[in-house]
């Protein structure tokens, strides 16, 4: 992570450089525009952004969305976790290609700063159990050919798995206390679970 952000100030460059150039994100616009994809790990992202008004308490600049494809957990779906989980989010169809795993929120300087779970209908497919979700976080590689984003992101799960089963955790407690059978579809439910982050800090013990 030091050599990426070291090697973008060498250059001066923003970590967004590659997805913005020199203009301000469009609200809610995709970048880029059809995610990264990395085929060979069957991993994907996207960064956007909200208008102030949707999120009038953020102070990030945008945030990251990660996302497993469905060769990497399909075969999961049988497992005692992912049958628990399906029980407890109401059973939801499965057919969608992929399963958000985490987000990550960033600051104007393009440092990470937080990590949240948002619902299902945020992203518009699925996600799966806690343990689930943290083995296939704990196994990303990203090679999506945005070098320095792809860096920082899995260097980032790598130094907050503690904050990540955290927030992993609570987010199943927040869908188990629902009163609502089709709880992934609960738009009073957005995000579910967060944790702002220093990675100063991280890096310096």
């Given at each position: ?5 070291t090697a973008l100030a060498?250059r001066?460059?923003?970590l ?15 970048y880029p ?8 790990s ?5 960064y956007?952004?909200?208008?102030p008004?949707d999120?009038?308490?953020?102070t990030?600049h945008?945030h990251f969305h990660l996302?497993?494809?469905r060769?990497?957990w ?6 005692r976790?992912e049958?628990?989980f399906?029980?407890l989010?109401g ?7 992929t ?7 960033m600051d ?9 779970t ?7 497919d699925?996600?799966l159990?806690a ?5 296939m976080l704990a196994?990303?590689?990203?090679r999506?050919g945005?070098?320095a984003?792809?860096t920082?992101?899995?260097c980032?799960v790598?130094?907050c798995m ?14 188990s206390?629902?009163?609502r059978?089709?709880?992934l579809a609960d ?10 982050i220093?990675?100063?800090?991280k890096?310096?013990?």
């Amino acid at each position: 992570m030091l050599d990426t952000y070291t090697a973008l100030a060498a250059r001066g460059e923003h970590l967004l450089h590659d997805l913005l150039g020199d203009q301000l994100p469009h609200q809610w616009q995709h970048y880029p525009e059809n995610d990264a994809i990395d085929l060979d790990s069957g991993y994907q992202w996207f960064y956007h952004s909200h208008s102030p008004e949707d999120r009038p308490d953020a102070t990030e600049h945008g945030h990251f969305h990660l996302f497993a494809r469905r060769p990497l957990w399909s075969r999961r779906l049988q497992s005692r976790a992912e049958r628990d989980f399906a029980a407890l989010t109401g059973h939801p169809d499965d057919h969608v290609a992929t399963r958000h795993l985490l987000s990550v929120g960033m600051d104007a300087k393009g440092i990470p700063v937080s990590l949240f779970t948002v619902n299902s209908w945020v992203t518009g497919d699925l996600m799966l159990s806690a343990s689930g979700t943290e083995r296939m976080l704990a196994n990303m590689r990203l090679r999506t050919g945005h070098d320095a984003i792809d860096t920082v992101l899995e260097c980032v799960v790598a130094l907050c798995m503690d904050e990540i089963r955290m927030i992993l955790a609570a987010r199943d407690a927040i869908l188990s206390g629902s009163a609502r059978q089709d709880v992934l579809a609960d738009s009073e439910l957005e995000v579910l679970s967060g944790q702002t982050i220093a990675l100063d800090a991280k890096l310096c013990t």
